[in-house]
């Protein structure tokens, strides 16, 4: 599905019923928004990874503007601010009224802004595997150098600090860093999950060369007053659990939720255990 918003058309998929029978009336279900990483990815990041939470509400998942199967616009227009700002119209134009809002690596990002831009609009927040500010590159790169291989270290950059050439440098340059994003390899997993996203190099080069070098929220963190929950990992190497801590630190009475044998994504790594604490989050229940 697409809709048409700030200029630009942007895809959305629904998962989970918006209302549900309950003996004799129909109960209305919270909607999470979840907002993919990247830049350059899109929603297929989460699948089938968030479908248990549509045991519980209704999920959207939406591809950023020039990402996924969203319409391509110039890359200069896809600010964080802006990406925050398409949220917000998908959610007037679908007719919600106060979201749970997930944001996964840079989709984190986005929700950190979205948040300081639009709290009323917002019930919960969850902050899975992000960062605060510009400053976890430099955070990255110091784990790095304790676990990269000589080839990894000396390929990261390309990525991030925008210098891609072509879509085959780009593969080239996954098939070297991506083991880097798991604790535990998983061969049929990886190949999976690494293929299902449509590419989008342009605005990826460009978000890494010229918008995130801005990026820092962290002044404006400790006004947020939304229940949120903060998900880390100790073998993150790309937003170290440092970043977790410090949005934490920052984010009056978060939650911080530490999973210990994922890397990036401890939505694929523990599968399990990471969805039994969002439920307990997101329907207020205490986790076994």
């Known amino acids: 599905m697409f809709a048409s918003l700030n200029g630009t058309r942007i895809y959305f998929d629904v998962e989970g019923s918006g209302y549900v029978p ?5 109960v209305k279900r919270p909607v999470l928004f979840a907002v993919h990483g990247g830049p350059g990815s899109d929603h297929s990041d989460f699948k089938p990874w968030l479908t248990p939470l549509a045991e519980h509400m209704q999920i959207v998942y939406l591809d950023q503007r020039c990402n996924g199967q969203s319409d391509r616009v110039d890359p200069a227009t896809c600010t964080l601010e802006q990406l925050a700002d398409d949220i917000e119209a998908l959610r007037r134009y679908l007719g919600l009224e106060r979201i749970y809002l997930l944001g996964h690596s840079f989709g984190g990002m ?3 802004v979205y948040a300081t831009r639009y709290p009323d609009s917002l019930a919960k927040l969850l902050l899975i595997n992000t960062a605060p500010s510009k400053e976890f590159y430099p955070a990255a790169l110091d784990y790095a150098s304790r676990v990269a291989t000589p080839e990894q270290l000396k ?6 600090e925008g210098n891609i050439r072509d879509d085959e440098h780009l593969i080239q340059w996954w098939e070297v860093c991506y083991p880097l994003y798991f604790h535990v390899l998983d061969e049929e997993v990886m190949r999976e999950t690494g293929n299902r996203p449509i590419g989008s190099l342009e605005v990826a080069n460009y978000t890494f060369k010229h918008l995130i070098p801005k990026y820092d929220v962290r002044d404006k963190l400790p006004a947020l007053q939304v229940p949120t929950l903060i998900v880390g990992a100790r073998y993150d190497w790309i937003t170290p659990l440092s970043q977790s801590e410090e949005m934490h630190r920052l984010i009056p009475g978060s939650e911080l939720a530490i999973f210990e044998q994922s890397g990036h994504m401890p939505f694929i790594e523990e599968h399990a255990a990471f969805i039994e ?3 307990a989050f997101l329907t207020d229940k205490e986790a076994a």
Not at 22 to 26: A, E, H, L, V
Not at 155 to 160: N, R
């Open 22 to 26: 309950q003996g004799d009336r129909m």
């Open 155 to 160: 390929t990261i950059p390309e990525l991030f």
């Open 277 to 279: 604490r969002l439920t």
């Open 110 to 112: 986005v929700a950190q």
